[in-house]
């Protein structure tokens, strides 16, 4: 463990300590450096525990940047050495950079959202950027044994959910999100089991109750998550059925709670019973 990473995660500890206030003579853009420099951490502490609540209370809490640094921030957490760092790979520690990276930028995002200072070209770089990602981001374990949460399911869901309420985020955008998350979910290799169902459903259901994507086109999408079954039974077939089955499972228990769009609850209930196995009734 070098001096300076030493050093580095005793000062996080102590800024944490002092609400997360820097001292005279200290430069925020330093700090920065060093957290996007260790983002990724295989040690869960510095990572999950120390850089990432750092981030979440200087951009979401104390709002310490201005528009210009958030935009820097966002191209830097959306390049080639954080969000697709080393994208594709399985089973290693590259994982944690991809997933930690995605974290900051929802945050990003909903700045955004809340007062946009993104510009068109730049809005897209990001939507592509984020669908990109979730497409192409093949480590999907969760909690591990040895490095903590990976989760990137569930942090792409939760970056995807902000990007939804965006106001540049228009039918073509709501449409390509469900997309990548369809492929999320017939993804061939992983069942999550980690309540990824919870946070991609939190994407569905953001779309729904602000009426982002017409009833008509969502509960399309959600019959079509049941054809996954047709064909010859293997294993990527079951991995679908299942993925799709247990997101439609969380997103209707929260529609019903809501008491309304019966049209999306209708297509739930049919399409749940589709994809499973076990149904006593069909309906």
Same mark, same amino acid.
């Given at each position: ?11 996080l500890? !102590? ?48 709002g ?12 830097i ?20 950079t ?5 974290l ?10 809340q ?9 897209q770089?990001l ?6 990602? %979730? ?5 999907? =374990?969760?909690?591990?044994?040895? *490095? ?11 970056a ?31 069942i999550f089991?980690?309540?990824?169902d ?8 953001t ?15 959600? *019959? ?6 047709? *064909?010859?039974?293997?294993? =990527?077939?079951?991995?679908? !059925?299942?993925?799709? @089955?247990n997101?439609?499972?969380?997103? %209707? ?21 589709k ?6 009734? @069909?309906?």
């Amino acid at each position: 463990m070098s001096n300076t990473r030493i050093a580095f995660m005793n000062d996080l500890k !102590r800024i944490e300590r002092e609400k997360y206030q820097l001292r005279e003579g200290e430069n925020l853009q330093d700090f920065i450096n060093l957290m996007l420099e260790y983002i990724g951490d295989p040690d869960p502490e510095l990572r999950d525990e120390l850089i990432y609540p750092t981030f979440y209370t200087w951009i979401s809490e104390q709002g310490r940047f201005t528009d210009s640094e958030l935009r820097n921030l966002l191209e830097i957490l959306t390049d080639e050495e954080h969000l697709f760092y080393q994208i594709g790979n399985v089973g290693d520690q590259s994982v944690f950079t991809r997933t930690f990276s995605v974290l900051p930028i929802a945050l990003i995002i909903r700045c955004h959202w809340q007062q946009p200072f993104l510009n068109h070209e730049q809005f897209q770089h990001l939507k592509t950027a984020l669908i990109r990602y %979730y497409i192409e981001e093949k480590d999907l =374990r969760g909690l591990l044994l040895e *490095g903590g949460w990976a989760h990137s399911a569930a942090h792409g869901a939760d970056a995807l959910e902000e990007l939804v309420q965006c106001p540049e985020s228009d039918l073509v955008v709501q449409l390509e999100v469900l997309d990548a998350v369809r492929t999320m979910l017939w993804n061939g290799v992983h069942i999550f089991s980690e309540e990824e169902d919870e946070r991609i459903a939190s994407i569905l259901d953001t779309q729904i109750i602000q009426n982002l994507v017409p009833s008509e086109k969502m509960t399309d999408w959600i *019959g079509k998550l049941s054809t996954c079954i047709e *064909g010859p039974r293997n294993r =990527r077939q079951d991995i679908a !059925r299942v993925n799709s @089955k247990n997101v439609l499972r969380s997103l %209707y228990f929260r529609r019903i709670q809501a008491q309304g769009n019966n049209g999306v609850t209708d297509a739930l209930l049919t399409a749940e019973n589709k994809l499973n196995n076990f149904a006593i009734d @069909k309906y």
